[in-house]
């Protein structure tokens, strides 16, 4: 007997970023290309969501804007107390490149058309959760560096690596 709702869940939908291994959902392939989105079988979804965990220093994006508005969380990598955040990020806003320092649990919200990137993560103690939530179906870029799209790569994870990845605890 097939299930009336089945379809609507995507089991372990982890895929390769370009950095670390991302959770991610959409309504439509990417506008920067033909990508592959694993939540693009849900036509016309109304947000893009990509949600990953930062182990170590590292520089996320380039300057770019959107046409859409854009939520960053920043989030402290234990689930029984996000606000145990073991990193120092730094977010650069506006095109004068606003300097922002993120040492805590925050959201940051990028209105439709504000530059805004590169991301630091200049120190990493523990790991941190970082994720994006755009308002739109997919994502693009409308403004600055439209050469870096996120993501590079949208492969799935094989059932071995996923074994693997969740062998690493």
Request: hydrophobic share 35%; net charge negative.
């Amino acid at each position: 007997m097939e299930n009336k709702y089945g379809s609507y869940i995507i089991r372990e939908p982890i895929v390769k970023g370009r950095l670390w291994p991302e959770v991610h959902i959409c309504g439509a392939k990417h506008l920067n290309g033909d990508e592959y989105c694993p939540g693009s079988n849900f036509a016309n979804f109304p947000n893009e969501v990509t949600l990953f965990t930062v182990s170590q220093p590292s520089v996320m994006s380039a300057k770019h804007a959107h046409e859409y508005d854009e939520l960053l969380y920043f989030l402290g990598g234990n689930p029984l107390n996000f606000f145990d955040f073991g990193a120092e990020a730094e977010i650069l806003l506006g095109e004068e490149d606003e300097r922002h320092v993120v040492n805590t649990t925050a959201i940051i919200y990028v209105p439709k058309g504000l530059m805004h990137c590169p991301i630091y993560f200049h120190k990493v103690t523990r790991p941190v959760m970082f994720m994006h939530i755009c308002a739109s179906t997919g994502y693009s870029r409308s403004q600055g560096d439209l050469t870096t799209g996120h993501p590079v790569n949208r492969e799935k994870y094989t059932p071995e690596e996923i074994i693997r990845l969740k062998s690493k605890g």
